[in-house]
């Protein structure tokens, strides 16, 4: 059974700070992993993509890393914002099955 | 560029009441689709998933249904609503490659009473 754990929970830091925000996942075929944001009350936004064969992807100040064998991926963001406050989620798309598997994500608050 | 539209965003309905919740993609073609659900504390919970039209798999067992009358649109629907059935429903496409990024819609909130 694929899981995906995100940890911590939650994580607050003061602005300017930088931050990496874990996920693991116990199966280690997958397609990819793909990371979101989510504000409140609102859907998910897509911020990077990973392919399996891949072990990096950045975008502006955010940048994702996979490492497919520990089963492990990280989300680095670089002087943090108030405005980046938010719930981030990995999520897996296995290969057995074609399912996209989710963690329950880890909220993050910056302090101004 | 493709978008995608989910509605209504927020519906409150009784309990017995039927309901439907609709998702439409623009700007692309034979389209994955997938119904989620997300209740405070557990997560994203997959429903339903398609992978063409009429071709619906069921994840979870419950007095939801799905139907893809036509390649763009999904469409979630109950006969009867529960209690249970409150929460946030999202409505994702990707495309038919399994390298494909997942892009959500907006949300619909449902609050059962």
């Known amino acids: 059974k694929q899981e995906v754990t995100q940890i911590p929970a939650a994580l607050s830091v003061p602005e300017g700070e930088n931050l990496v925000l874990n996920c693991s996942f116990t199966?280690?075929?997958?397609?990819?992993l793909q990371w979101f944001r989510q504000d409140p009350g609102k859907g998910l936004t897509s911020l990077l993509l990973?392919?399996?064969?891949?072990r990096e992807q950045t975008s502006g100040r955010l940048n994702a890393s996979l490492d497919k064998s520990s089963g492990r991926s990280t989300l680095y963001i670089a002087a943090s914002q108030p405005g980046d406050s938010a719930t981030y989620l990995c999520a897996v798309r296995r290969i057995r099955d074609d399912k996209i598997i989710f963690g329950k994500g880890t909220r993050l608050h910056i302090l101004p | 560029s493709q978008t995608i539209h989910q509605w209504p965003a927020t519906l409150v309905q009784p309990v017995g009441s039927p309901l439907s919740l609709e998702c439409t993609v623009e700007g692309t073609s034979n389209p994955n689709l997938y119904w989620y659900r997300q209740a405070a504390g557990r997560g994203l919970q997959l429903l339903f998933y398609s992978v063409g039209i009429g071709q619906i798999s069921s994840e979870v067992p419950q007095n939801l249904s799905a139907s893809r009358p036509q390649d763009r649109q999904f469409i979630l629907s109950s006969k009867k609503l529960l209690l249970s059935d409150s929460g946030f429903y999202l409505c994702a496409w990707s495309t038919g490659l399994s390298t494909g990024e997942l892009f959500f819609g907006e949300g619909s909130r449902l609050t059962v009473l």
């Open positions: 990973i392919q399996s064969s891949q």
């Open positions: 199966d280690s075929a997958i397609y990819n």
